[in-house]
């Protein structure tokens, strides 16, 4: 963990999963592990620490009733989903806003706001106390340490939601379970240690949402045909299953050291060049010397295929990585623009959406232009060769930037003078 290697946990209901993660450096500190089994369901303290129980109105209970409106145990096996609510992060400032969830939860197709459901859940939680330290066989280390720029601290970057309703589990313990409490809990959290120089964390609320009839359906076990099959029922549920398979990448994906996910980075834009798609809008490039406006809409074009191959969010990921690799603000949280003035806002100061896919058109073109055909070796030493063109690219759209931004500027001073003399006749 401390040399940067991520960490993925789960677990369940009250203390399942701790005997495995329980004890693990900041993975124990953000989800709840620990169970009173001394206490009876109905006694169980939403306040003291502990993990919900699996039964009783504490329970989270994430199940959402199936087509005939009933909440049953094999409901868990339909094409149904569970909606989760993802924290939406807002940044920029007044004028040049972007909102994006965390990374984890960015898919080709959107925010992915559904998971499987599931009747106990666990609950995953911000630390409340940062200052922990830890010793582990003669190694001794601050759990969150601090950098240059503070202490990161984990979030919570999505809720699950429990609503009120009875549900039947006759047919695998013959007890129809109490209402439960309306609610909403953690059930994603992360913790982005890259800030810092350690490894990240990601911790779930269950393992239901990765493994179980939860995903797999009940197949032939079940007599209802839908519960056979699950998400593969219906089109719709099929979709919901994309988004949930989204997801389980972005882990594996989040939690990558950062050489490994430069490395990510290259196979993907690789595969973009070669993509039938763009590979249409590629063919002049190169003919001519592209304007600004070139530079945009093949740029859009650029960071679409590379969205459709991974994520949106990754797009930005990417860039800010090649931009600058010794950042260590998460952008997402941390990257914060000054104001422009409130007039001529569409073209006076720097979008960074805008910039962005003019930094992709530029590295595209360049790699267009090394790369006329498919070139086997430059592919098999990918990750020696890919980073100059990268980095040429970008100072090809930086170059290009400068007359662009420098004429906006020009164009506001002229405003602004303009202005100043209006005022001045007006003041005699």
């Known amino acids: 963990m401390d040399s940067g290697g991520g960490v993925f946990a789960t677990g369940d209901h009250q203390d399942l999963g701790a005997n495995l993660s329980g004890k693990v450096p900041r993975v124990r500190s953000m989800r709840r592990w620990t169970y009173n089994y001394d206490l009876g369901y109905e006694e169980y303290d939403p306040n003291s620490g502990d993990g919900p129980p699996v039964y009783g109105s ?17 409901d868990q096996s339909d094409d149904i989903p569970a909606k989760i609510q993802p924290k939406i992060y807002s940044i920029g400032n007044r004028y040049f806003s972007w909102r994006y969830p965390h990374p984890l939860l960015c898919s080709p197709a959107g925010v992915i706001g559904v998971l499987p459901d599931h009747m106990h859940e666990g609950e995953c939680v911000v630390p409340t106390n940062l200052g922990k330290s830890y010793t582990f066989d003669g190694y001794h280390f601050t759990e969150f340490p601090s950098g240059s720029d503070g202490q990161v601290v984990p979030d919570v970057i999505a809720n699950g939601q429990v609503f009120a309703h009875t549900t039947d589990n006759t047919g695998i313990n013959g007890i129809v379970d109490v209402e439960s409490k309306a609610k909403e809990f953690g059930c994603i959290g992360a913790y982005d240690g890259h800030w810092v120089g350690v490894g990240r964390v990601v911790v779930d609320s269950t393992f239901h949402h990765f493994v179980n009839i939860n995903v797999i359906a009940s197949g032939a076990n079940s007599p209802d045909p839908i519960k056979q099959v699950g998400f593969a029922w219906s089109a719709e549920g099929q979709g919901h299953y994309d988004q949930i398979r989204a997801y389980w ?70 860039y800010f990585a090649w931009e600058n690799p010794l ?46 055909g498919r070139d086997a070796r430059f592919r098999d030493e990918l990750d020696k060769r890919l980073p100059p063109v990268v980095r040429k690219g970008m100072a090809n759209a930086a170059r290009s930037a400068v007359p662009e931004y420098t004429a906006r500027l020009q164009q506001t001073q002229r405003l602004i003078t303009d202005i100043r003399a209006a005022s001045r006749k007006g003041g005699k």
Not at 64 to 73: Q, S
Not at 347 to 372: D, G, K
Request: hydrophobic content about 45%.
């Open 58 to 74: 504490f329970r989270h209970d994430t199940l959402v009733a199936g087509h005939d409106e009933e909440f049953t145990f094999d």
């Open 249 to 318: 990448r972005n882990i594996a994906v989040w939690l990558a050291r950062p050489e490994t996910k430069t490395k990510m980075f290259n196979r993907t834009f690789w595969a973009a060049r070669w993509d039938s798609q763009l590979r249409m809008a590629s063919t002049s490039i190169g003919r001519r010397k592209m304007t600004w406006d070139d530079l945009l809409m093949y740029g859009g074009s650029v960071r679409a295929t590379v969205a459709r191959l991974a994520t949106p969010c990754l797009s930005v990921d990417w």
């Open 327 to 372: 950042a260590k603000y998460p952008w997402w949280v941390k990257l914060t623009l000054p104001d422009p003035p409130p007039w001529e806002l569409s073209r006076v100061f720097i979008n960074p959406q805008e910039y962005i896919n003019a930094a992709y058109a530029s590295m595209m073109a360049e790699l267009v232009r090394v790369t006329p």
